[in-house]
């Protein structure tokens, strides 16, 4: 679902996951401000927004991994379309309402398996979590959602203050000047990234070495 379309051919796009079942709600006013600060950096944006259907967690089979296809074996949600999204995207922005000082299960499930399917299509590139709240919880919840992009090597965007913006009744958050205002920051701190990075190839990374403590 393209919310925004650049008007003149961007080379560069990020992606902006909405992970609020409300479609128009505070989450959304955050991640729009956000994407309308790309629009006017030179950079092509889509909002998509994980909505009110089920989505799966991830099972651990790894038939990714030994099919090698890049996409999860549960094709009956956003996953395997919102992954593919990605491998066509630079950057990535995830917003989330705060429940119980967490993320939404739905958008943490939803990040888990396209990481984890697919991470070719993430790694290296800039991303950002956005955590939006009525008080409390939300540096908790902003945490978990950055704490994947880590294991990528996806260079974490900040802000002039965190990735937070506050409201609780839908629309409240266009209310938060300072919250907005932080948004704007961190589109064009992800837009000055990409564009100083745009011509410069990833680093060669050594081939990793996993290891656990029992001996």
Not at 122 to 128: T, V
Request: hydrophobic share 40%; proline share 4%.
């Amino acid at each position: 679902m393209r919310i925004f379309a650049a008007n003149f051919d961007a080379k560069m796009k990020v992606l902006l996951i909405n992970g609020s079942p409300r479609r128009s709600g505070n989450t959304y006013l955050a991640l729009k401000e956000a994407a309308q600060e790309l629009e006017r950096n030179g950079i092509e944006t889509e909002i998509v927004g994980v909505g009110t259907k089920p989505v799966r967690g991830c099972i651990a089979c790894s038939t990714c991994k030994t099919k090698g296809n890049g996409k999860c074996v549960f094709d009956d949600d956003l996953c395997n379309e919102v992954s593919a999204k990605m491998a066509e995207s630079d950057g990535l922005i995830v917003g989330s309402p705060v429940y119980y000082g967490q993320p939404n299960a739905t958008v943490l499930a939803l990040v888990q398996r396209m990481l984890y399917s697919n991470g070719a299509a993430f790694n290296g590139k800039p991303a950002a979590g956005v955590a939006v709240c009525r008080r409390g919880g939300a540096t908790a919840a902003l945490q978990t959602l950055n704490m994947p992009f880590q294991l990528l090597n996806m260079p974490i965007v900040t802000s002039q203050y965190w990735n937070i913006v506050y409201g609780r009744l839908e629309g409240e958050a266009a209310l938060d000047a300072e919250g907005m205002q932080t948004m704007r920051s961190l589109a064009k701190n992800m837009a000055y990234l990409l564009k100083a990075t745009e011509d410069q190839p990833k680093p060669e990374y050594e081939e990793r070495q996993a290891m656990h403590f029992i001996r």
